[in-house]
């Protein structure tokens, strides 16, 4: 009998990769250290208890497997219409997206799509509601196409516009990079109103030690990716809040500078 379960088998993937041969050099106990690095064993008992769910529902059960709760302010705010783009603050790179597919879902009675690197497609019950954008090069056409007919649809987007989670900026502030403008482009050429949201939450410190570290290296790789599992366990129990703002409709944005309006709507989140 087969067991046909989703599991996270860090060691296939390597061998599957690499070959037989080549694994031979790998010494079992750097594979071991790197499966508690990722959390494997923790992120397969998630699996074990959400792992046959999809989108939406995966998420709701990931957090009730996790013991993580969230209240929501203002969301008297939020307009009628599932034709939104919820461009949100970035502080912890994993829960805070699980998070807010759960509640978008719950508040527009839809799944949401979520922008994402395309790495993540590798999270089989998300990629429903995932949609990948290489980070490292050029769009495909067929990817591009995507992305067009998800600004087309009547689903919700949520947007993480700083582009990666947050991270410890100079005076010790933890915060979003500068947003890039593409979520003010898209809400424009969509007719799309913007919803700012700040998610609460902070990542350990030994994370931002680790982020620092490699961009004084001058490693471009954001290799401390591979630290947002552990991130993820580290929150068990954990209680956020969903702060939302006044909505932002294109017709009140036209005309002005994407990069400039992309800015104040960060500075305006960080005042919610």
Known sequence: ?????????????????????????????LIAWLERLICQREMNEVLDHAGHLRGAEFCHAALD????????????????????????????????GITLIDWAARRYGCQPIVMVNDLLMAITPLA???LPINKHGAQSRE???????????????IMFPAGLCSRQLP???????RWRPTFVNRALRSGRTIVPVRFSG??????????RLRQRSGLKLNIEMALLPREVFRHRG?????????????????GGRPQTIADQIRA?????
Do not use: C, K
């Open 65 to 96: 497997h996790l013991s993580v709760s969230y209240t929501t302010t203002a969301e008297q705010r939020l307009p009628d219409t599932t034709r939104v783009i919820i461009a949100s603050n970035h502080p912890l790179g994993g829960l805070d």
């Open 202 to 211: 902070i990542n350990s410190p030994s994370f931002y030690r680790f982020a």
């Open 171 to 177: 005076g010790g502030t933890i915060a979003d990079l």
């Open 1 to 29: 009998m087969t067991d046909d379960r989703l599991r996270i088998d860090l060691e296939r993937v390597l061998r599957s990769r690499l070959g037989d041969r080549r694994m031979r050099w790998i010494p079992r106990r």
């Open 128 to 130: 429903g509601v995932f």
């Open 238 to 254: 954990s209680h956020f809040e969903i702060r939302i703002g006044h909505p932002i409709t294109p017709e009140s944005i036209a």
């Open 143 to 157: 990817a591009s196409e995507a992305v067009d007919r998800a600004f087309a649809s009547d689903r919700p987007v």
């Open 268 to 272: 305006t989140v960080y005042t919610l």
